[in-house]
């Protein structure tokens, strides 16, 4: 992010652009690169795959809903304890 940002100064720096020119040319790039890195973070957290704690986690969300009879929440039990 620095690296592009010293691009930025360096190309405004040589293109003769004002101070205020190259200061709102270095936020704007600093405000894109950091929307960009949220977005690729996000995106790579929503196509993750589940781990195996998640697996697990949604499998103890089903033994204990309300959908689940008490009897079948005991013989589930029950079978892996043996």
């Given at each position: 992010m620095l690296f592009a940002l010293a691009i930025v100064?360096?190309?405004?720096?040589?293109g003769?652009?004002?101070?205020?020119?190259t200061l709102?040319?270095?936020i704007i790039c600093a405000v894109v690169i950091?929307?960009?890195y949220f977005v690729l973070v996000y995106a790579?957290?929503?196509?993750?795959?589940?781990?195996?704690?998640?697996?697990?986690?949604?499998?103890?969300r089903k033994l204990?809903?309300?959908e689940v009879t008490e009897g079948e929440k005991l013989g589930n039990a029950r079978r892996s304890l043996h």
């Amino acid at each position: 992010m620095l690296f592009a940002l010293a691009i930025v100064v360096a190309w405004s720096w040589l293109g003769g652009a004002s101070l205020g020119t190259t200061l709102l040319r270095v936020i704007i790039c600093a405000v894109v690169i950091q929307a960009g890195y949220f977005v690729l973070v996000y995106a790579m957290i929503a196509r993750s795959a589940p781990t195996p704690a998640d697996r697990l986690r949604e499998a103890e969300r089903k033994l204990s809903s309300p959908e689940v009879t008490e009897g079948e929440k005991l013989g589930n039990a029950r079978r892996s304890l043996h």
